[in-house]
C-alpha cells in the first residue's frame, strides 16, 4: 500500500560519522632518500643544480621541472639562510600538526639554494620575526631521516 | 570526427609489486620520458598534459599540480581525471578529445598508481557508499566472483576456462612483455590448485596491485604525420558508467557498460563484425573470470559463448584475435595506469613497435578500460585513419 | 576556436551545512540547469562531473552523482579539479564534433570534511606535509610574500572583503552576505599572520550546473545562448619554495591564451565584469595584476581606485566571489555560471548593466598554482 510523502512523516535528515583511516609508506625516491641521510648522517644540506638553467634545487630532484631535464650534480647548500616569507598558525587542527599552535612556518632559502625550503621557525617571538632576516638550521640530536631532523630554523647567531 | 587524432607515442616504466626506488613524481617521470623519446620528442613539443591516478592509494590530493616535477607541467595547461578503476583510459579518452577539440596539437596523457603506498583493498572499499555499502562489500574480488557464479549456472562455463584465461595472459607476459609485473608462465593445474580468494575465484585468477606509470602522446593529424611514419589513429571511443551501487551488479552474467560503450566505439569507428575486424585485443580483464564472460560483450562471440571462445585457443598469440600479447592486467596492475596501458600496448601494435609481443600484420586493435562500478571504456585503434 | 555556447546554468542556494546529499543536490543543478536551458535530460548526449575523493570522502567519488545527473545514460568522464576545468574538458568534447550538448555538474559538502586535514593532503607526503601545511597557513606565506614585495597592506586586502561581502547581498545564491568594514576585517581573529577570519571564505556546501552545446545546436535551441569567446589553463612550480608566490606567471600564461583566443588586448577595456577565485581576500589583488587588469604590485592600488566596485569601470566580483562561498570544486564552475547571468541580463540586483564580455576564473592547488581563465561574450 503506498502512502505519500506527507503522510509517511517522519522527515528529518540523519548524519552518519566516520573517518577515513588509512595507513601509507611513501617512498622519498633516490634524490630524496639521500637527502635526508646526509641530513641524518652528516648534518649537511644538499641539493641537486641544473646544468642547464643553474637552478639549485632543495630538497633535491632528479629531473629540473624547469627545463625537464635529468640532473645529477649535486651541490652542498648551507644550513643558513634568508627567510623570504611567514606565518604563524594559530588554529589547532587535530592530527597533521608537529606541533601546538601557536607555530611559526618560513620559507627559508638557503644559502647556495635557489629554492626555498618551507619549515618550521623556532627560539624566536612572533613579533620578533622579519622577511629578510638570516636563520640557521637547528638539527635534532636523535636523527631518522626525515623532514623534522632539522628541528627548526632560528636567528642566526653572529 | 573534426580532427583527426593519432597516438605517435608510448612509454611505461617497467611495473612492479613494489617501486620503492622512485618517488612518484619520479616514477612518472620514467614513463614520460619514455614516451618523449619514442616520439623523438622533447617536453618542449607539448602542448598540454592530462594525469590521473585514484587519490586514495597514495594520499595525494591535487595530483596534477603535485605532479609537475615528474609530469612536465612546469608552466603547461594540465589537468587531472580520475574515475576509478577506468582512470587509465579515461586519461586516454581525455587526452584524445585534447587533440580532437584542436585545442591543443600535442597531448600528453598519463596514467600511474603506486599501490605499494597503500593498503589497495581498504583504500578501495571506501568506494562503496559509506551509508549503506561501505560496511560489507568486500573491495573489488566479491561482486566480479559473484558473477562468475551466475555465468557458470546460466552457460555451464567452468573453472577451467577461467584458468585458460590466466594461463594466456600469463604466459604472453612472460615470454613476450619485459614491461610486465608478473612474468611467470604458468599452467592450468597450478590455477586450479591456488587458493580460493572468494570462490569461485582463486589466486591465480586474480590480478596482482603494481607500482607503475604509462605515458600515451596524441596528436592532432597534420601534427601526428609529422612525427611519426606510423601514428596509431582513433577511430572510435566510448564511455559507459551504468552502475552506482555495486549491488546492482551481483546476478548480471555479462557487463552492459561494456556492451554500450563498445556499441559507441565501434559505431564512431566502422566496426561491424568485431571478431573479423580486430586483429589484436587489449582487453582489461581484471580476473580471469572477467576474460570467459565479457567476450560477448565486445561482441566478439554469441551470447555464452565464451567458454567456446576461450577453449577454441582463437584467443592465444598465435590465434585468429590474440588478446592481451601484453599479459593484461592479470599480469599487471598499476590501477590508475592500467587502462592507458591498454591503450598504449593498443597502439604500439598498429605502429608495429610492440617489439615481442607484436602482432605480425595487425592493423585494427581494441583496447578497453574497466572500473567501479562496472564501469567501461573502448577504444577503436587502426593504423590507417579509416577503416579499410 | 569554434563557437560553443553555454545554453544553462543553474546553481545552489551556498551555505554552511546543506541537509540534501551530495546526489540530490547534483540532480537539483541537473533539473534546474535543463529547465533553464528548455530542455529535458534526453538532450544531452554527453556529461562531465567534477567531484573529487577527498572532499566526498570515497574513493570513485564521481560514483555518488552518476545517476543524480543523468551520467549512466551517457558518456561521461570526471575532471578532479576546479569546475573551471570541467567546464573545459565539457568545451572539448563539444568541439572534437563527437557530442551536440554537454552537461557540466560540479558539487561538493566541504561541510563533511576536516578542511584543513584535506587540504593538508595536497602537500608532498615526503616533504611538507608533516608541517601541518593547509589551505590557510600557505596562503599566508603567500600574502606575506606579496604584501612584503610591493607594499601591498592589509587594509587593501581588507577593502576586497568588505566589497565582496556587501555584493553578496545583492546575491540569493550566495553563503555570506554580509555589512562589514575594512576595521572589522582587521579587528578579526586572526588564523595565519596575516590572514584574519574576515580575509577568508567560508566552509560552504553547494552544486552548479552549465549545459554548452556547438554553434549549430545553440542557435537552434537557444534564445540567448553566451559564447565562451576564450580559455586557457596553466600551472606553475609545485612545492612552494620553487615559486616566487608574490609572481602570477601561471595566471599570465593561462589569460594570454584566453586574450589571445578572444581578441583582447586591453583587458580592463574590454571586459565589463569578471569573476575571479578570491578564495582570500589577498588573492583578487593578485590575481587582477596576473589577468592584466593593472600592472605588477598595482593590485592595491586598483581597489582603492574603485575600478572594481560595482559602480566602477570593471566590476569584480558582483556575486561576492568566493569570500562570500566557498564550495570547493564549484566555486570555478559558479564563476562561470555568474558571468552568464551577466552576460544575459539576469543578474537581477547583481546586474552590471550593458555587460557585453565576461572573465570569468578558477584557481587549483596551493597558493594558486594553477589557473584556468575563461571569456565570455554575447
Known amino acids: 500500500m503506498a502512502v505519500s510523502s506527507e503522510e509517511l512523516g517522519n522527515t528529518g535528515t540523519l548524519k552518519y560519522p566516520s573517518r577515513i583511516k588509512l595507513p601509507y609508506t611513501w617512498h622519498a625516491g633516490k634524490a630524496g632518500s639521500r637527502f635526508y641521510r646526509e641530513i641524518k648522517d652528516h648534518r649537511k644540506i644538499w641539493g641537486t643544480k641544473c646544468h642547464r638553467c643553474g637552478w639549485v634545487y632543495v630538497p633535491p630532484r632528479e629531473t629540473c621541472p624547469r627545463c625537464f631535464l635529468d640532473i645529477d650534480e649535486w651541490v652542498k647548500v648551507g644550513d643558513a639562510g634568508t627567510l623570504l616569507t611567514y ?53 635534532r640530536e636523535a636523527r631518522e631521516g626525515n623532514y623534522l631532523d632539522i628541528k627548526y630554523f632560528r636567528p642566526l647567531r653572529s | 570526427m573534426k580532427n583527426r587524432v593519432g597516438i605517435v607515442g608510448v612509454g611505461q616504466t617497467h611495473h612492479k609489486s613494489r617501486n620503492t626506488d622512485c618517488k612518484g613524481q619520479e616514477l612518472i617521470g620514467i614513463a614520460v620520458k619514455r614516451a618523449l623519446e619514442s616520439a623523438e620528442l622533447t617536453m618542449a613539443d607539448i602542448d598540454s598534459i592530462v594525469i590521473g591516478n585514484m587519490d586514495h592509494f597514495e594520499s595525494i590530493n591535487y595530483v596534477d599540480m603535485w605532479s609537475v616535477d615528474g609530469s612536465g607541467g612546469y608552466m603547461k595547461p594540465i589537468m587531472k581525471v580520475t574515475t576509478g578503476g577506468t582512470t587509465g583510459s579515461a586519461v586516454g579518452h581525455a587526452g ?22 597503500s593498503d589497495t583493498t581498504a583504500a578501495i572499499s571506501t568506494c562503496f557508499d559509506p551509508i549503506v555499502e561501505r560496511e560489507f562489500c568486500g573491495g573489488a574480488i566479491g561482486p566480479l566472483a559473484a558473477q562468475y557464479t551466475a555465468y557458470m549456472s546460466k552457460y555451464g562455463a567452468t573453472e577451467e576456462d577461467a584458468a585458460l584465461v590466466s594461463v594466456r595472459d600469463h604466459n604472453n607476459a612472460a615470454q613476450c612483455n619485459p614491461y610486465a609485473h608478473l612474468r611467470q608462465a604458468i599452467t592450468v593445474e597450478e590455477v586450479m590448485k591456488s587458493p580460493y580468494i572468494s570462490y569461485p575465484m582463486k589466486l591465480l585468477d586474480m590480478c596482482p596491485r603494481s607500482d607503475g606509470a604509462c605515458a600515451v602522446i596524441f596528436a592532432v593529424e597534420d601534427k601526428a604525420r609529422r612525427i611519426t611514419e606510423r601514428p596509431a589513429w582513433i577511430l572510435g571511443v566510448g564511455d559507459c558508467h551504468i552502475l552506482v551501487q555495486v549491488a546492482d551488479g551481483i546476478g548480471l552474467a555479462n557487463l552492459p557498460s561494456l556492451e554500450r560503450a563498445a556499441g559507441e566505439a565501434y559505431k564512431m569507428a566502422g566496426i561491424t563484425d568485431p571478431y573479423r575486424q580486430f586483429d589484436v585485443a587489449e582487453l582489461y580483464v581484471p580476473a580471469s573470470t572477467a576474460g570467459v564472460t565479457w567476450m560477448e560483450a565486445l561482441g566478439l562471440c554469441e551470447e555464452g559463448g565464451g567458454p567456446r571462445l576461450i577453449r577454441s585457443g582463437m584467443t592465444n598469440m598465435d590465434g585468429e584475435l590474440p588478446i592481451n600479447p601484453s599479459g593484461g592486467v592479470l599480469a599487471t596492475n598499476p590501477i590508475g595506469a592500467t587502462g592507458l596501458i591498454r591503450i598504449g600496448e593498443a597502439a604500439l601494435q598498429v605502429m608495429g613497435k ?35 | 576556436m569554434d563557437k560553443v555556447a553555454i545554453i544553462g546554468v ?38 562531465i562531473t567534477v567531484c573529487n575523493d577527498f572532499w566526498d570522502g570515497r574513493t570513485i567519488s564521481c560514483m555518488t552523482i552518476t545517476e543524480a545527473t543523468g551520467s549512466h545514460k551517457v558518456p561521461t568522464t570526471n575532471v578532479e579539479g576546479d569546475g573551471t576545468y570541467g567546464a573545459l574538458m565539457g568545451i572539448m568534447r563539444l568541439l572534437s564534433g563527437l557530442h551536440d550538448i554537454t552537461l557540466v555538474v560540479a558539487q561538493s559538502k566541504v561541510s563533511e570534511g576536516i578542511p584543513a586535514v584535506i587540504t593538508n593532503a595536497m602537500f608532498d607526503p615526503v616533504y611538507e606535509r608533516i608541517l601541518g601545511l593547509d589551505a590557510i597557513n600557505s596562503s599566508a606565506l603567500q600574502m606575506r610574500s606579496y604584501m612584503h614585495k610591493y607594499g601591498i597592506t592589509e587594509g587593501q586586502c581588507a577593502n576586497v572583503s568588505v566589497k565582496n561581502h556587501k555584493n553578496a547581498k545583492a546575491n540569493p545564491y550566495a553563503h555570506m552576505p554580509l555589512d562589514i568594514t575594512a576595521d572589522d576585517v582587521l579587528k578579526s581573529r586572526l588564523l595565519a599572520d596575516p590572514i584574519k577570519l574576515l580575509d577568508a571564505s567560508p566552509v560552504s556546501d553547494g552544486a552548479c550546473a552549465i549545459i554548452m552545446a556547438g554553434e549549430a545546436v545553440a542557435r537552434k535551441r537557444c534564445s540567448n545562448p553566451v559564447w565562451i569567446r576564450g580559455v586557457g589553463h596553466c600551472a606553475d612550480a609545485y612545492h612552494l619554495g620553487d615559486r616566487d608566490l608574490a609572481d602570477v606567471d601561471a595566471l599570465i600564461s593561462a589569460a594570454g591564451r584566453a586574450y589571445g583566443m578572444a581578441g583582447i588586448q586591453d583587458p580592463v577595456k574590454e571586459i565589463d565584469v569578471a ?52 564550495p570547493v570544486q564549484v566555486a570555478g564552475l559558479a564563476r562561470i555560471a555568474e558571468t552568464v547571468l551577466q552576460l544575459r541580463g539576469e543578474a537581477g540586483a547583481r546586474q552590471v548593466k550593458g555587460a557585453k564580455v565576461a572573465l570569468a576564473h578558477g584557481i587549483e592547488g596551493a597558493c594558486g598554482q594553477g589557473h584556468c581563465v575563461f571569456i565570455l561574450g554575447r
Not at chain 1, 108 to 117: E, N, P, Q, R, T
Open chain 3, 10 to 47: 543553474a546553481q545552489t542556494k551556498y551555505q554552511r551545512y546543506n541537509p540534501a546529499s551530495h546526489a540530490e543536490m547534483a540532480y537539483e543543478v541537473t533539473c534546474k540547469a535543463l529547465e533553464d536551458a528548455e530542455l529535458t535530460i534526453d538532450d544531452i548526449d554527453n556529461t
Open chain 2, 96 to 117: 584524445f578529445y585534447h587533440a580532437a577539440s584542436g585545442l591543443f596539437d600535442t597531448v600528453l596523457a598519463i596514467g600511474w598508481e603506486q599501490n605499494s603506498e
Open chain 2, 354 to 388: 610492440a617489439e615481442k609481443k607484436q602482432v605480425e600484420g595487425a592493423k585494427v586493435v581494441v583496447a578497453t578500460g574497466f572500473g567501479g562500478c562496472f564501469w567501461s571504456d573502448v577504444t577503436v585503434i587502426s593504423a590507417s585513419p579509416q577503416l579499410d
Open chain 1, 87 to 139: 606565518t604563524i598558525t594559530r588554529y589547532s587542527v587535530p592530527g597533521i600538526q608537529p606541533l601546538e599552535p601557536p607555530y611559526a612556518l618560513g620559507i627559508i632559502k638557503l644559502d647556495g639554494a635557489s629554492s626555498g625550503l618551507v619549515h618550521l621557525l623556532g627560539e624566536i617571538e612572533p613579533e620578533d620575526i622579519r622577511v629578510g632576516m638570516r636563520v640557521q638550521a637547528v638539527f
Open chain 3, 275 to 326: 569573476e575571479v577565485y578570491d578564495a582570500f581576500s589577498y588573492m583578487e589583488l593578485m590575481w587582477m595584476e596576473g589577468l592584466g587588469f593593472c600592472g605588477r604590485g598595482e593590485g592595491g592600488d586598483m581597489i582603492d581606485s574603485g575600478t572594481t566596485q560595482m559602480d566602477g569601470a570593471l566590476p569584480v566580483n558582483p556575486s561576492g566571489g568566493v569570500l562570500s562561498a566557498h
